[in-house]
């Protein structure tokens, strides 16, 4: 028998990158030594089923069937969980971004890593593309690269949702996968493979397995480099927070933030006796980092994806999001979304590069 793979794909009001990213996932070859059954699943996180239009140019004929769905509900974690509830039954699911482009050979690459490790998840690099008016600093640095430098076989603690594999086994015994209160944040993913490492399933690197991905213009700023190194150490407080909640965890965050801040001094210092500017860079971002770090405790961070959605399309307005982790107790996938429980306090999460 075939081994079934779905490659999830959420996305919202991003035509011209879906487009980009399907018909590279089309050209994609399998491995000539398996036998694998590929679909691709789409969820349009627009209420309005925007995507649509670019799914019509995908019809009969294309190698790789593609399913596709609206999920009304504003907010990552709940395309994301829609996209585990079609992808159950399959043998594992690839979470990519529609921002992203695979290159020829990636998927063959990323499945014969997973058959050759016995990995229950298998993650790689994603490489950014940068516009041609980054200022040179984007160049240098490892701004773009949330994923950190790693070498093929080496295990991790975690992983994200923008270039990932994960087995069946995975996302029946972790579930439901992505937590509500990241709604807007981001990093639901970096919450759930914290989780996925805690209970004992092996994720490893494969860096032949890369994916290139477009950075708009506007992320190419030191503003914005600020705000996301901020969230970064708000996002990891606030996840393990959430996993582990009790002194001992706030004490280890605390620490953590600490060691970032002090770290970001060494860098500066570094830096401006060395005069790299590489140096400069790691200070800004571990600076901010830390001070996240210690903002998170609070549940203070930035709602990047609010500017996106905008609150306006909410039935809560943006504030209190409905669910629990322990909603998904149970054999088959959970809705994260559950009207009939009580309000869970909309903490933020983001990536942690």
């Known amino acids: 028998m075939s081994t079934s793979v779905a490659i999830?794909?959420?996305?919202?009001?991003?035509p011209a990158l879906l487009r980009g990213l399907l018909t590279s996932l089309q050209a994609q070859e399998l491995p000539s030594d398996g036998e694998y059954a590929i679909r691709i699943v789409v969820v349009d996180n627009d209420a309005e089923g925007s995507a649509a239009r670019v799914l019509e140019e995908f019809g009969d004929g294309t190698p790789y069937p593609i399913e596709s769905v609206v999920e009304p509900e504003p907010g990552i974690p709940f395309a994301r969980e829609r996209s585990v509830e079609l992808c159950w039954n399959d043998d594992a699911l690839i979470f990519v971004d529609d921002d992203e482009v695979a290159p020829p050979g990636w998927l063959a690459t990323l499945l014969r890593a997973w058959e050759?490790?016995?990995?229950?998840?298998?993650?790689?690099?994603?490489?950014?593309?940068?516009?041609?008016?980054?200022?040179?600093?984007?160049?240098y640095s490892d701004v773009h690269d949330s994923t950190g430098r790693h070498t093929t076989g080496e295990e991790l603690r975690k992983a994200y949702t923008n270039n990932t594999l994960v087995s069946r086994r995975v996302y029946h015994a972790v579930t439901p996968g992505f937590h509500p209160a990241f709604r807007y944040t981001g990093s639901s993913d970096l919450h759930f493979f914290l989780r996925v490492h805690r209970a004992g399933f092996r994720i490893v690197w494969c860096e032949e397995a890369w994916i290139a991905e477009e950075v708009p213009v506007g992320r190419t700023t030191l503003r914005w480099l600020v705000r996301r190194a901020f969230r970064s150490g708000s996002g990891d407080?606030?996840?393990?927070?959430?996993?582990?909640?009790g002194a001992v965890s706030y004490v280890l965050v605390l620490a953590y933030a600490s060691a970032r801040v002090i770290s970001a001094i060494g860098f500066a210092l570094a830096g401006l006796l060395l005069g790299r500017k590489t140096h400069l860079l790691k200070a800004v971002r571990r600076f901010?980092?830390?001070?996240?770090?210690?903002?998170?405790?609070?549940g203070i961070n930035h709602d990047e994806y609010r500017e996106r959605h905008g609150a306006e399309h909410t039935a809560d307005g943006g504030g209190a999001v409905p669910g629990d982790l322990d909603g998904g107790a149970g054999s088959g996938a959970a809705r994260v979304a559950d009207s009939g429980s009580a309000p869970l306090a909309d903490h933020p999460d983001a990536r942690l590069s």
């Open 288 to 298: 901010f980092s830390g001070v996240g770090s210690l903002a998170g405790i609070v």
């Open 8 to 14: 999830a794909v959420i996305t919202f009001r991003r």
């Open 237 to 245: 407080t606030i996840s393990r927070l959430l996993i582990r909640p």
């Open 116 to 139: 050759s490790s016995g990995a229950d998840v298998v993650t790689g690099p994603v490489k950014g593309n940068l516009p041609p008016v980054a200022p040179p600093w984007n160049a």
